[in-house]
């Protein structure tokens, strides 16, 4: 296979993960009156998920072995991070109001966290020595949000 090949198929898959992801959060935004912090993290929560999910799904037959491990742990990671900061989520969000502010930082953050406990576990030949697509699509979507969360104090009205 060679190195275009291999780059087309991971950029197309890159390419459909973030068209699901458009169709997933429009679907959400036009399905919903009011944006609360629950659908906030419905919405916005799942695009790492769905970039990694589609990556592999287009991906799997020609990357390396490696970079199949690190897609798994991409796509699992994600998916326990989505559903325990949803529960978290829930639980807070009846008793705090201010919860919209942090709401998408904690959650990439969990996701950051369950991502580097699970490459973690894994045995030295098996880690993948680059610098993923998962772990910066995470790192830019924390960035953003606290770059959102900064801009009013540093350019006050």
């Known amino acids: 296979m060679s190195r275009t090949n291999l780059d087309s198929k991971e950029l197309l898959g890159h390419m459909v993960g973030f068209i699901v992801y458009l169709i997933w959060s429009f679907s959400v935004f036009i399905s919903t009156e009011k944006i ?88 030295e030949a098996q880690r993948s020595k680059e610098f993923t697509f998962t772990y910066s699509m995470v790192l830019l979507m924390i960035f953003n949000n606290v770059a959102g969360l900064l801009i009013p104090y540093m350019f006050p009205k």
């Not at 970079?67 to 991409?74: F, G, L, T």
């Not at 699992?76 to 900061?85: C, E, R």
């Not at 942090?102 to 576990?121: K, T, V, W």
């Open 36 to 123: 609360t912090p629950i659908l906030d993290w419905i919405m916005y929560g799942p695009i790492v998920f769905f970039l990694a999910s589609c990556h592999y799904l287009f991906s799997k037959k020609v990357i390396s072995a490696i970079k199949k491990i690190d897609d798994k742990i991409s796509i699992l990671s994600n998916v326990i991070g989505l559903v325990l900061w949803s529960a978290v989520i829930v639980l807070l969000s009846p008793h705090y109001t201010q919860i919209e502010d942090f709401n998408l930082i904690g959650g990439y953050l969990l996701i950051l966290l369950i991502y580097f406990i699970s490459r973690s576990q894994l045995a």
